[in-house]
């Protein structure tokens, strides 16, 4: 049984941070994609960044990009999803997945796993953990 708990939401006012947490557990594969999405009222869900499980070759949204940065504690099964200089437009529902679906290998001299940002390819979700920003 894949879990996965989502943590650190809350309120800020515009320009602040916020750092979210997801702890992984039982996932039955060593090679996966860990990913973090959002989901505002009446929008769809948004993919904003996606990673590796154990890898470094980060993936971003344009509309996150320089602003959000995933990282993951590879040993302690979480990733984290820091969030910096936080606009109105970013109050959502965030949610943190993970698949291997989403997981392609790269080829060529540099090789390496890099993810997909692409929500239907991610199967296994948290409930997620509301972020609030305040003009």
């Known amino acids: 049984l894949v879990q996965l708990e989502e943590s650190g939401g809350g309120s800020v006012q515009a320009g602040g941070s916020l750092k979210l947490s997801c702890v992984v557990n039982?996932?039955?594969?060593?090679?996966?994609?860990m990913g973090w999405f959002r989901q505002a009222p009446g929008k769809e869900r948004e993919a904003l960044a996606a990673?590796?499980?154990?890898?470094?070759?980060?993936v971003y949204a344009d509309s996150v990009k320089g602003r959000f940065t995933i990282s993951q504690e590879w040993l302690k099964k979480t990733m984290y999803l820091q969030m910096d200089n936080l606009k109105p437009e970013d109050t959502a529902m965030y949610y943190c997945?993970?698949?291997?679906?989403?997981?392609?290998?790269?080829?060529?001299?540099?090789?390496?796993?890099?993810?997909?940002?692409?929500?239907?390819?991610?199967?296994?979700w948290g409930r997620g953990t509301q972020v609030t920003v305040s003009s």
């Open positions: 039982g996932y039955p594969n060593s090679h996966y994609c």
């Open positions: 997945a993970v698949d291997d679906a989403a997981l392609r290998l790269r080829g060529g001299v540099s090789g390496g796993y890099y993810c997909v940002l692409d929500t239907q390819a991610f199967g296994n």
């Open positions: 990673i590796p499980a154990g890898g470094v070759r980060t």
